[in-house]
């Protein structure tokens, strides 16, 4: 089955700098690799998502990045905030296949103000 | 997410209880998902359904039972706790007819067996 690893566990950075999360996946079939962001006492929610039919995607201050020779995606924060403390999960699935999400291990990114 | 609503939010519980953790949805998505959350271990599907007929193992089934009892509702079951389920359960729902299957989580449960 597929196994997806992620780090760095922890990340500090100051407030306005640059944040990034690296993710590998086992699996070359998965085709899909969201980003889920959990808040203290939430559930984790979907913020970025990037299928292997493309090599980046931006969202304003957020933006993912593939490389599937490599079987690694990677997630850019710019212009850290304060409320962009959270933990962050990344996930691949095999998409119109069995839809089932394997998740990284998460990590805790803080902002220091 | 208001839509995806897990009862209990913290349960305290003893060794070899029987307790019921309970999903609830009003997205009308047929597939319904529970996991389990240790620290630095990230999210772990324990079961899920794709729809109300529809029931299967995810990677660490053991110990536990799931029961669909309609479209919107999903429980699971802890059949003889143990102290180390002790952790945070999520249940989450998904949309197959979406190009997106984008997968939306309750609160979660808090569960601590002693």
């Known amino acids: 089955g597929e196994n997806v690893e992620q780090h760095p566990s922890t990340l500090s950075v100051q407030e306005g700098d640059s944040a990034v999360i690296k993710c590998t996946y086992s699996d070359s079939a998965s085709n899909y690799f969201p980003w889920y962001k959990q808040e203290l006492g939430k559930g984790p929610q979907l913020i970025i998502d990037?299928?292997?039919?493309?090599g980046e995607k931006k969202d304003q201050r957020i933006a993912v990045t593939l490389n599937k020779t490599a079987k690694h995606f990677s997630l850019h924060i710019t212009e850290t905030q304060p409320e962009d403390s959270a933990v962050y999960f990344c996930?691949?699935?095999?998409?119109?296949?069995?839809?089932?999400?394997?998740f990284g291990t998460g990590t805790r990114l803080t902002i220091i103000p | 997410d208001a839509d995806v609503t897990q009862t209990p939010r913290n349960r305290i519980t003893k060794t070899g209880k029987r307790i019921m953790l309970e999903c609830s949805q009003t997205k009308g998505h047929d597939r319904m998902y529970w996991y389990r959350q240790d620290p630095g271990l990230g999210l772990q599907l324990i079961y899920y359904s794709f729809d109300v007929k529809d029931i299967n193992k995810g990677e660490i089934s053991d110990g536990y039972s799931v029961s669909r009892q309609a479209q919107a509702k999903f429980s699971l079951s802890l059949e003889s706790a143990i102290p180390n389920q002790t952790a945070l359960y999520f249940c989450?729902?998904?949309?197959?007819?979406?190009?997106?299957?984008?997968?939306?989580f309750g609160p979660g449960t808090r569960l601590l067996v002693l």
């Open positions: 996930a691949a699935s095999i998409e119109f296949g069995n839809e089932k999400l394997t």
């Open positions: 989450a729902t998904s949309d197959p007819t979406s190009f997106a299957e984008t997968q939306y």
């Open positions: 990037i299928r292997s039919n493309v």
